[in-house]
């Protein structure tokens, strides 16, 4: 069987094969198979084609199989997928220059995942505070915050536990505070002697496209520097221009000590990356952290096509102009709508909130050859790939505004 006969053997697979049974239950899925994609159209596995408008929860921010990420893929495939970090890996070096580059920081570190970065991220704040000491180190995180699945991340990851499919304990050392409040945070950072870092989201994806205050970033960064904190910044989901910067830091100029990054990274090859000062990532000395896959010549090839390719596009440029366009289309178009509230967003992060619960709309939508993702129960969030095109961000908003007035409607 040579590789396109595998191929088609995997898309003649019944979705209700009972294979599909031995899979663990852990994620409420719709009733769609994708088979291919291209831009920001998927075909499913009877012809029909959607209109992408989450990009693999802000994965696929080049679009699908993009001609460069592909041929770069193939290239490094033929050559050499995995070596480990047991030797120099060229791309590895080479992303991490061009990481340093693009967000001002001098280091990195290799992962899989947005949740790994984040571990990274952690530890290595809580070295920089064992060096420094602190032995019972704590981090402030926000309320409402995400950071991933791991325990680690988890244990940062509003409601810090509560979520009953989470074992008890959760790591310690983490203390939360409201989400864009500097008072607050101060006042935290006063009730908390052994208060090491702050980490948070520049925007927060997961809680519904939460945008703080103009200036927020910057008066935490401030704070950090005059108490002598670390101020790591989770740009998994805002990362790569996907806000209309490189990094959503970069709006306000309030540069991080630690940022993490995955994501869009690979436009869909798993690769995540904790950046750092040097200053603060020396911590991390050799044996302390470590991942056999992080950072392969597959995974490496990947992110280094997305970056020259973000950088040729001019992508950043694009999401800020096309963000804006959607959210004036979307707000001219559901104006009115009894069930719509605020409309929010930043460059292609968008969040449509309504007045009650709408999570059955990923489905209606679905049926209507679009997808979105509802997130925090009643926020419609769309993250559609960057290289989105005006006559696709018009049928989008066509196609939305279809789905959303017949649920307010219907409720
Ligand atoms: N941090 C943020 C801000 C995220 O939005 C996510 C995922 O949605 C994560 C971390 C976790 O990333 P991953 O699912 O790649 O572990």
Aim: proline share 5%; hydrophobic share 45%.
């Amino acid at each position: 069987m040579d590789a396109l006969d595998a191929l088609d053997a995997l898309d003649a697979l019944d979705a209700s094969d009972a294979s599909a049974g031995c899979l663990i239950q852990n994620y409420t899925r719709l009733p769609v198979t994708f088979t291919h994609g291209e831009g920001a159209w998927l075909w499913d596995d009877k012809g029909r084609r959607y209109l992408d408008a989450i990009a693999g929860i802000a994965v696929c921010s080049l679009g699908h199989a993009h001609p460069a990420v592909t041929a770069a893929l193939c290239e490094q495939a033929r050559r050499v997928t995995h070596t480990s970090n047991l030797y120099r890996i060229a791309a590895q070096e080479k992303l991490a220059g061009e990481l340093a580059r693009i967000s001002g920081l001098e280091t990195a570190f290799f992962c899989n995942s947005g949740a790994e970065a984040n571990e990274a991220a952690i530890k290595i704040a809580r070295l920089a505070a064992r060096a420094d000491g602190n032995n019972h180190p704590v981090i402030a995180v926000a309320r409402g915050a995400f950071h991933g699945r791991t325990l680690g991340a988890w244990s940062a990851t509003d409601p810090l536990g509560e979520h009953p499919g989470t074992p008890p304990p959760l790591a310690p050392g983490f203390v939360q505070t409201p989400f864009g409040d500097i008072a607050a945070l101060e006042k935290t950072a006063d009730e908390t002697p052994q208060l090491c870092a702050v980490m948070l989201e520049p925007i927060q994806g997961e809680n519904g496209v939460r945008i703080p205050a103009d200036g927020t970033l910057r008066a935490v960064r401030e704070l950090c520097d005059r108490r002598g904190l670390l101020l790591i910044l989770d740009e998994v989901q805002t990362g790569l221009c996907r806000t209309g910067a490189w990094y959503c830091f970069r709006h306000e100029g309030a540069a991080p000590d630690l940022l993490t990054t995955a994501k869009a990274l690979g436009n869909g090859v798993p690769v995540g990356a904790c950046l750092g000062r040097r200053e603060t990532t020396r911590h991390l000395a050799a044996g302390a952290h470590g991942s056999t896959f992080g950072g392969n010549p597959l995974a490496c090839a990947a992110a280094l096509a997305v970056i020259k390719t973000m950088e040729q596009e001019k992508l950043h440029e694009q999401a800020a102009r096309t963000g804006d366009y959607l959210l004036g289309e979307l707000r001219r178009a559901l104006a009115g709508v009894p069930s719509v509230g605020d409309i929010r967003g930043r460059g292609l992060l968008i969040g449509i909130e309504l007045d009650r619960p709408c999570q059955a709309l990923a489905q209606t939508a679905l049926e209507h050859e679009l997808l979105i993702n509802v997130t925090a129960g009643r926020v419609i969030r769309l993250a559609p790939p960057l290289i989105m095109e005006r006559a696709q961000a018009d049928l989008l908003v066509e196609r939305l505004t279809a789905v959303i007035a017949n649920f307010g409607d219907g409720a």
